[in-house]
């Protein structure tokens, strides 16, 4: 079974606002990325998953449970953190962890207390003297302390400084490693490139791609910068392979497509002095597939 499947499960909030029919299958023991530019529909997405928005249309489910009619047991079982933390402010990390433990009839605090002391949260706070990034942490904690079979996390580590964060990929990688599943989503590329086998890119409320990250990566053209001594012979914008060349004097910068062999027989003859090729990152990806609007979608309506 899947730990997520939808058909055509939408959320408008007006026409063309919102969550276009998704169609989405998230396998157990996964961890996959969900990205997309700001107002592209992540959060409606998550929060239609989790029940906490009506479906407009099609259906939804997670971990077997319908998302609407049975999002009692989906918040039961998933660990959910939300793109806004909103945590009462009198109390502590700590006695939220407690009255989770006790709606969970007296579940064990010990990994919560360990995720707590990994992410360096300090319990005893008052949530409403905590910083945003502290606040995070409390919600994370919250979402990981049950070790949830399918943790649902919108921008998990928002707010984080780089050495939290890398705790944080570290903890989805310990879940995914003890068969559970993992859905995030996140404006930062690279972080969703360290840890999901899969991502999803969504834009304007459809999903307009889901791959595998390598065969996403590979699918990419590669940086291609190359200096000479002389003016080279040959149209380097022409060559097979070669798409958005700019000629700079003596140098040359664009993208390359397939090996690095026929770009080299093709300079042979070229008074090359360097020539680098850099592999292609989620991140140019993200910007390509956000750069190339087809046609279908600037008339597509999310209905
Ligand atoms: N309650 C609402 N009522 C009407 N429109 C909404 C509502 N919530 C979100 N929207 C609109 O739905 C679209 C998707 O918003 P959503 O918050 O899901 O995007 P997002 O990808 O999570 O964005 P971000 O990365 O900025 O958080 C946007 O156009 C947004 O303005």
């Known amino acids: 079974m899947n730990a997520i499947e939808t058909t055509e499960l939408s959320k408008l909030y007006a026409p063309g606002v919102g969550l276009a029919p998704l169609n989405l299958s998230v396998a157990a023991g996964e961890i996959f990325g969900f990205i997309g ?4 529909g992540k959060t409606t997405a998550i929060r239609t998953l989790m029940g906490f928005l009506r479906p407009t ?3 939804g489910r997670v971990l077997g449970h319908d998302v609407w009619s049975e999002r009692v047991a989906v918040h039961r079982r998933v ?7 909103q945590l009462g402010r009198d109390h502590s990390a700590r006695e939220l962890m407690g009255r989770s433990c006790r709606l969970r009839g007296g579940a064990s605090a010990e990994y919560g207390l360990d995720v707590a002391r990994r992410l360096e949260l300090r319990l005893d706070a008052r949530l409403g003297t905590l910083s945003k990034g502290n606040r995070q942490k409390v919600g994370l904690t919250l979402a990981l302390m049950h070790r949830p079979e399918l943790l649902v996390l919108d921008e998990p580590t928002d707010g984080l400084d780089p050495l939290v964060q890398d705790t944080v990929l570290g903890l989805l990688r310990e879940a995914q490693g003890e068969g559970r599943t993992v859905f995030l989503s996140s404006h930062v590329l690279s ?3 360290r840890v999901a086998g899969r991502v999803g890119i969504i834009r304007r409320g459809e999903l307009i791609r889901v791959e595998g990250i390598e065969a996403l990566k590979a699918s990419l053209p590669q940086q291609v910068t190359l200096q000479f001594a002389r003016p080279p012979s040959i149209d380097l914008t022409a060559l097979n392979g ?14 390359w497509r397939g090996g690095p062999d026929p770009l ?10 360097a020539l680098s090729l ?3 990152t989620l991140e140019d990806a993200f910007m390509d597939e956000y750069r190339s609007e087809p046609a279908h979608l600037e008339t597509a309506h999310v209905a």
């Open 191 to 193: 972080e969703i490139e």
């Open 264 to 273: 080299i027989r093709a300079l042979a003859g070229e008074s090359l002095t």
């Open 278 to 280: 850099t592999p292609s």
């Open 37 to 40: 530019p700001n107002g592209a």
């Open 57 to 59: 249309g099609g259906r």
């Open 242 to 255: 070669m798409s958005g060349g700019v000629a700079d004097g003596l140098s040359f910068r664009g993208q």
């Open 79 to 85: 660990g959910y953190l939300p793109g806004e933390v």
